[in-house]
């Protein structure tokens, strides 16, 4: 007997309002001085104990990593950890723009609402697709 079984996928919905952020770096992803401009984003790490994924935030002024975290799921605390560890070892990064893709992990509310008070400091740019 052959039995196929099919993979469902799904996909979390990011919230509406969130995602409506501005792209403020408009695919420039150069910096003049460290700590003006920064993005982030999430890699899966294949471990011998099951995936991990990393979030990162880099400096556009020279691509050195600022802020860092990992965890077992890549879900919007990650990066919301992320962006916490790289407040405390950068505070010079106040006024700086965050820039992100359009992944649920950074248009979710927990992320754009920036519970921990990063918002305060850091302008949120979010990406907009080649056309």
Avoid at 1 to 18: A, E, L, P, V
Avoid at 27 to 49: G, M, Q, W, Y
Avoid at 71 to 84: F, G, I, M, S
Avoid at 117 to 124: C, D, H, R, T, Y
Wanted: net charge positive.
């Amino acid at each position: 007997m052959n039995t196929k079984y099919r993979q469902r996928s799904w996909r979390k919905k990011s919230d509406k309002q969130t995602r409506k952020s501005d792209d403020l770096l408009k695919r420039n992803f150069h910096a003049e001085e460290p700590l003006t401009k920064c993005i982030t984003d999430i890699t899966e790490v294949k471990a011998s104990d099951g995936k991990r994924y990393v979030c990162a935030v880099f400096d556009c002024f020279d691509s050195s990593v600022i802020g860092l975290a990992m965890d077992t799921n890549r879900k919007a605390p990650l990066c919301v950890q992320t962006l916490e560890n790289t407040a405390k070892v950068y505070p010079g990064i106040r006024g700086a723009i965050i820039h992100s893709d359009r992944g649920s992990q950074y248009t979710s509310q927990p992320h754009g609402s920036n519970p921990v008070g990063l918002a305060v400091f850091m302008k949120v740019s979010v990406g907009v697709p080649k056309e």
